[in-house]
């Protein structure tokens, strides 16, 4: 189905066709026939919001299409985002399945596509099928994890630059051919210094050095990890 933005909407889970390239997602016939029938189905454009921190938790967004990105504010208004999520992301699952408020906001960087979940439905959907509270397990340990590494990055990384190397690492893993990857950069300087605790100055002065040390090039919307091997010999943590 054609939608607005250009995207091709999945409306039907079971002829998703990455569906099993997704953990959420990837489940018996049965469970996918029960999941098409409590899902609703929902086009976001960028910058519009999921849900809010500190909201009451309404549910689940299995994120279909598109990239989100979640975000943490202090009172003084300081932002740090803590994970950029991609196709397959079920969005909320912490706070929903405890029922505490959305720990994080959740804000589209780009159109997509993200199908909701209630909270009723989703613990229903639980109880009556142990294969989804399995998968949902792994996802919330996948959480944890991807929580633990944040952490780590911004508490024991000494400098800007190694955090800055360290984001772009991660960014090339699974990418990467004869020492260089290339990643579509869809974060503006001021999303990618909320990534790593520092101000958009520094990441602009960052790239404009990494440049230089042909580290990185930067053409468009492309961004080309041009020598891998020496970003991880910045990096020590």
């Known amino acids: 189905m054609r939608a607005p933005y250009g995207l091709?909407?999945?409306?039907?889970?079971?002829?998703?066709?990455?569906?099993?390239?997704?953990?959420?997602?990837?489940?018996?016939?049965?469970?996918?026939?029960?999941?098409?029938?409590?899902?609703?189905?929902?086009?976001?454009?960028?910058?519009a919001m999921l849900f809010i921190e500190g909201q009451q938790p309404r549910g689940v967004f299995v994120l279909c299409a598109g990239k989100a990105k979640l975000s943490t504010s202090s009172v003084e208004g300081k932002t740090i985002i803590t994970k950029i999520c991609e196709s397959g992301d079920v969005l909320g699952l912490t706070a929903t399945i405890s029922n505490r408020p959305y720990e994080v906001t959740a804000e589209m960087i780009e159109p997509g596509q993200a199908n909701f979940i209630s909270r009723e439905a989703l613990l229903a959907f639980l109880r009556d099928n142990g294969e989804v509270a399995l998968r949902v397990a792994e996802q919330l340990s996948r959480n944890y994890f991807t929580a633990y590494e944040e952490i780590r990055t911004l508490g024991l990384t000494t400098s800007p630059a190694e955090k800055f190397a360290k984001l772009l690492l991660g960014w090339s893993a699974g990418t990467g051919h004869n020492g260089s990857a290339q990643v579509k950069l869809t974060l503006t300087h001021e999303e990618i210094a909320e990534m790593i605790g520092t101000t958009r100055e520094t990441v602009s002065r960052l790239?404009?050095?990494?440049?230089?040390?042909?580290?990185?090039?930067?053409?468009?919307?492309?961004?080309?990890?041009?020598?891998?091997?020496?970003?991880?010999?910045?990096?020590?943590?």
């Open 207 to 237: 790239f404009s050095d990494f440049k230089k040390r042909q580290l990185v090039q930067v053409k468009g919307a492309t961004l080309t990890i041009r020598n891998v091997a020496a970003l991880e010999k910045l990096v020590h943590v």
């Open 8 to 47: 091709n909407i999945i409306d039907n889970c079971l002829t998703c066709p990455v569906r099993e390239d997704h953990l959420f997602c990837n489940l018996s016939l049965p469970a996918v026939q029960k999941l098409n029938e409590i899902k609703s189905i929902a086009v976001y454009p960028k910058s």
